[in-house]
């Protein structure tokens, strides 16, 4: 039996300002979605992040990778409000999210996915579904009395939950407690629960962490379907090879700053992102590292 393989998506190009010699950190883009600027987060006196400038172009598929302790799932915090700057500006849409919090974060449509899921283990997965749908009637106290106030809304509602479902292959299970399912199914479902709200931006902290190699292209699959629908994807990520397949744009982190970006052919062969690879880890035991070292010089290899 073969293994069904996802088909390389077309890339969107010439999406930074300026030609090849201009894709520096911070580089502009012709259409952001994400502007930010001067984030900083300081835990101890360690600066965790520390971004100059970035920015975060529509409708493409971002992959924002680095070393561990690069800060980049800090960044993902201070980006969706679960976290607060000690400086920087950052907007949506033109909109600026500075003290906004996470719930409100998500309802301006930007919404997010842990490393660690975050699916409410002793609710069934339809349960979990319906709570990521915004603005519902009968949360109301006065209106939850009436059903006719809310009753076609929540139909409206499941109807969608089931179509999520069905198309992350969990409709089966929309019954199960969400505890009893499997890591993989678990990241599924979180993905799925994030759509219920109809998001412009999505963004992923390490989807495919922890996930069996079995459902794997279906992550790859969902998050490339995304972008065809018109969302935009920021994804952290340490896989190299999924990098390479899926990302329009690549963002690379090291020691809380941006150290490049770009499209992934040329970001792989940045001197910065090979010293922030390799160079970090010179004499050092890689241990569980050793995957990502070798990938990088097999990409490196490809490339050249």
């Known amino acids: 039996m073969q293994t069904k393989t996802t088909a390389k998506p077309v890339k969107a190009t010439d999406l930074h300002v300026g030609g090849p ?10 259409d952001p979605i994400v502007v930010a600027t001067n984030i900083t987060r300081t835990f101890g006196g360690l600066k965790a992040v520390d971004v100059e400038s970035l920015q975060i172009p529509r409708n493409a598929i971002t992959a924002l990778i680095g070393p561990n302790g690069a800060g980049k ?18 907007a ?9 919090p996470a719930f409100k974060v998500a309802r301006m449509g930007q919404v997010r996915t842990f490393q660690l899921t975050k699916a409410l283990g002793m609710m069934t997965v339809m349960d ?3 709570l990521g749908a915004q603005n519902q009637t009968g949360e109301g106290f006065f209106q939850a009395i009436i059903p006719s106030m809310w009753r076609k809304q929540e139909d409206d509602i ?4 089931l179509d999520l479902l069905e198309r992350f292959k969990l409709v089966k299970l929309k019954d199960d407690y969400a505890a009893s399912l499997s890591g993989g199914q678990r990241k599924l479902l979180e993905m799925a629960r ?21 459902l794997t292209q279906s992550l790859l699959s969902h998050i490339i379907d995304l972008k065809s629908e018109g969302m ?7 896989d190299m090879q999924m990098v390479k397949h899926i990302a329009d744009w690549v963002v690379v982190m090291a020691e809380g700053r941006v150290v490049a970006e770009g499209d992934p052919k040329t970001v792989m062969r940045d001197q910065a992102v090979i010293d922030a690879y390799l160079g970090s880890n010179h004499g050092k035991d890689l241990g569980t590292d050793t995957d990502t070292v070798n990938t990088m010089k097999e990409l490196l290899d490809d490339q050249r």
């Not at 499941?158 to 939950?161: D, G, L, V, Y």
């Open 128 to 130: 979990n579904m319906l």
């Open 92 to 100: 949506l849409n033109g909109k600026s999210l500075k003290g906004v």
């Open 73 to 90: 799932t800090t960044l993902f915090n201070l980006l969706t409000g679960f976290d607060k700057p000690d400086t920087g500006d950052w």
């Open 194 to 214: 994030a759509l219920m709200c109809r998001p412009e931006l999505v963004m992923l902290d390490e989807p495919m962490a922890g996930v069996n190699p079995a």
């Open 21 to 30: 010699e201009d894709m520096l950190p911070g580089v502009p883009k012709r």
């Open 232 to 238: 935009t994807v920021l994804f952290v990520e340490h």
């Open 158 to 161: 499941t109807e969608r939950a």
